[in-house]
Nanobody
Framework: QVQLVESGGELVQAGGSLRLSCAAS????????MGWFRQAPGKEREFVTAINSRGNYIWNSDSVKGRFTTSRDNAKNTVYLQMNSLKAEDTAVYYCAANPNGDNTIKIATYYNAWGQGTQVTVSS
């Protein structure tokens, strides 16, 4: 049974930093692209960033470029999201997800076949 468990979300002031973690089990982690999505109240889920299976290529959305980065430790079956210079508009539930498909699918949520339960990030202005 595939399980993704996020942690690290909390209330933080604007300009601050947070690091989210996502621990995976029940899948061959090192073969999956891992992505991060977020969903704010009243908005659709949006792509944030993704990292390839080997951890040597990252895709970022324009909204977080230069502020957020993702990394992974395949030995620990864990992916991370480092968020710096946080803004109020970054407030959302953040989800990690696993994608067994190619890199032309990384921004499309339906290509991810496993999702975590989400962790709340709240940025106060």
């Amino acid at each position: 049974q595939v399980q993704l468990v996020e942690s690290g979300g909390e209330l933080v002031q604007a300009g601050g930093s947070l690091r989210l973690s996502c621990a995976a089990s029940g899948l061959t982690f090192s073969t999956y692209i891992m992505g991060w999505f977020r969903q704010a109240p009243g908005k659709e889920r949006e792509f944030v960033t993704a990292i390839n299976s080997r951890g040597n290529y990252i895709w970022n959305s324009d909204s977080v470029k230069g502020r957020f980065t993702t990394s992974r430790d395949n030995a620990k079956n864990t992916v991370y999201l480092q968020m710096n210079s946080l803004k109020a508009e970054d407030t959302a539930v953040y989800y990690c997800a696993a994608n067994p498909n190619g890199d032309n699918t990384i921004k499309i949520a339906t290509y991810y076949n496993a999702w975590g339960q989400g962790t709340q990030v709240t940025v106060s202005s």
